[in-house]
């Protein structure tokens, strides 16, 4: 697994690639906390951009899960881009897809972050 961080239009883009499995969510979660503390100092949000996901496992979902209560307790926007179609059935069964705004690409995930 890769996390690779942008900001684009203000907004804090962190494309994944790769699996996220148990081996490299520690590696997920090192790259998604401190995103959230960058954002909530620049007043603005994170996109977590799935599109290079080819696997998440359930220890991946806790570290989204755990960024997603984080964010609400920072009062920051917090948004999933670019779900393949078994990623996109994943979040449906876990319930995800009512946690998240959910966006087709980073890009429009990127202008629904800023409103």
Known sequence: MECRKDIKDGVIVLAVEGAVDHESAAAFEQAAIPSLDEAEAA???VVF???GVDYMSSVGLRVLMLAAKAAKQKSISVV???LQ???AEIFQISRFDKIFVIYDTADAAVAGVRG
Request: no cysteine.
């Open 43 to 45: 007043g603005t949000g």
């Open 49 to 51: 951009d799935l599109s």
């Open 80 to 82: 999933v881009a670019g």
């Open 85 to 87: 179609p078994t990623l």
